[in-house]
């Protein structure tokens, strides 16, 4: 059986669900922030359990685990007193402990794999030292430092967050940070590095971006296209929501694919999605490595049938 840890929101996982019924694939879908409504746990040293409605789970019977998109444990029952936390604190326990009978390489990916992939800046040293190019890059709180690297790539620099960019507002709009070129009217008030740590690299003039999803065996390249107002390939290709993208499936060359296998072996990892973009002489550079990265908008999109590769790797045998 396969295991889906996910939230009851998540998109994604409601796009592949009737594919896993189409293809015969048993499978359980837990949703962290409705879970407690409905499951119970049991444990001796030798059995774990669990009972969700007609389902009753033990960790032999957990062929795979897709840690897709799990949240903090929800209950309305809990209100926010003291002892509601303990009581969503011992669910918590108690879940991860039935989890944490199964073997590692039933996960894609294990939670531990994730964190060990997550961080954008290692992600580069990581990248680089497999034999990715990688942009030039700089993290500072020197105001003048960010000055000389400004100069330094000619002017052609872009600024972009290192968390994932998305401001939550209790009043107004959300909004996303996107990475952005550094103008001359911004170093008017580069002083504002010094509240915060600001990564800079150099821009690269690219002739497209490519999104590749690798499955364990499976690698799905797709070239995303997208212009700006002077007819370029666009800074970040997800502005406009990526209503005007133009998607085509591409091959890799042989050595980004050797690379990329041996980034997911460093990382443990059997899924990914990994941002690169190609500039005008054909040379590949590794932007980032998203553990957990969505990938269903491009099968939507008509480009890629990733979805298959699930239903391969979660077929058993």
Known sequence: MLLILTNSQDATS???IPILCDSGIPFL???TDTLVDGLSVSYTPYKPVFRLKDSVVTPDLVSHIWYRRPERLKDDRFDETSEGTFALNEWSEAVEGFLAHVPDNRWMNHPS?????????????TASSLGFAIPDTLLTQDPEEAREFYELHGQNVVVKPMSNGYIEREKGTDSLIYTNRVTGSDLESIDD?????????????????????VIDQAVHAVELYAQDSEGKQRCDIRRNNMTDVEYKLTELPEEITTMIRNLMAHYRLRFAAIDMVVDFDGKWHFLEVNPNGQWAWMDLAGASNIAHSFVEAFTDG
Do not use: G
């Not at 150099?202 to 490519?210: A, E, G, Q, W």
């Open 193 to 213: 590095v010094l509240h915060c740590p600001t990564l800079f690299q150099r821009f690269i003039m690219k002739s497209t971006d490519v999104r590749i999803t």
């Open 14 to 16: 409601d796009y592949l």
């Open 113 to 125: 794999a994730n964190a060990s992939a997550s961080n954008k800046l290692e992600q580069l040293s």
């Open 29 to 31: 879908r837990l949703d």
